[in-house]
């Protein structure tokens, strides 16, 4: 079984600055994807970031980026530059390869970004 | 194009009682998943769907149950519903299960209160 722990249930930052959220999983895989999932209050899940876990470079997308440890089983998520429309809950996801869209998320982290 | 879209958006039902939910999946996308999310938590896998098949299941009761259509869109029906069933419920579609189609597009979302 698949397990994704997210330990920081609430963080906050000042807008314009940097903040990392952090993503652990457990799984005896050796094939498999890891994303981060934005929930903003509206509800509707958005595909930050994926990465693929046999691409040892770490994904990037404009202001995301993760750093993804592979051996550690760690995936954390930086945003930068972090804007007022960042507030949201955060999921991280694991999803075993060629199983389609069986994912597994975690508990989710509540991200508050203060003008 | 049209994104996911289910309906109802919102549901209130009495303990013991049948719901349906429904989703339709974007246009041109085969393989639809379900997801509870209880408040406060991540969402869990219910049930993947592709072409018409089941493909994967969550560790949910029998009372849980979905089909897909022709048409590619997909119902979901939970039976005898308890106040525990209380939950968003997320539709989300991709392409196919080939070709590394592993962007999930996720709908709103039906919110279901059982009382």
């Known amino acids: 079984a698949q397990t994704v722990t997210q330990s920081q249930p609430e963080m906050s930052v000042q807008e314009a600055e940097t903040v990392t959220l952090s993503c652990t999983y457990d799984?005896?895989?050796?094939?498999?994807?890891l994303f981060w999932y934005k929930q903003p209050p509206s509800r509707q899940m958005i595909l930050v970031i994926r990465q693929e876990a046999y691409k040892q470079q770490n994904a990037t997308e404009n202001r995301f980026s993760v750093n993804f440890q592979k051996a550690a089983k760690s995936f954390s998520l930086k945003i930068s530059d972090s804007q007022l429309g960042d507030t949201a809950m955060y999921f991280c996801?694991?999803?075993?390869?060629?199983?389609?869209?069986?994912?597994?998320f975690g508990t989710g982290t509540s991200l508050t970004v203060i003008p | 194009d049209a994104g996911v879209t289910q309906s109802p958006t919102h549901l209130i039902k009495t303990r013991g009682q049948q719901v349906t939910l429904r989703c339709s999946p974007i246009?041109?996308?085969?393989?639809v998943s379900w997801y509870q999310q209880v408040l406060g938590q991540g969402p869990q896998f219910i049930f993947q769907?592709?072409?018409?098949?089941?493909?994967g299941r969550g560790n949910f009761p029998d009372r849980f149950s979905a089909r897909q259509f022709p048409n590619y869109s997909s119902e979901l029906n939970v039976n005898a519903l308890l106040l525990g069933d209380s939950a968003l419920y997320l539709c989300?579609?991709?392409?196919?299960?080939?070709?590394?189609?592993?962007?999930?597009?996720f709908g709103p979302g039906t919110r279901l209160t059982v009382t």
């Open positions: 769907y592709y072409e018409k098949e089941e493909r």
């Open positions: 799984t005896s895989e050796s094939n498999y994807y």
């Open positions: 989300a579609s991709i392409p196919g299960l080939a070709g590394g189609s592993y962007e999930q597009y």
């Open positions: 246009s041109g996308h085969k393989s």
């Open positions: 996801a694991f999803m075993k390869h060629a199983t389609g869209n069986q994912f597994y």
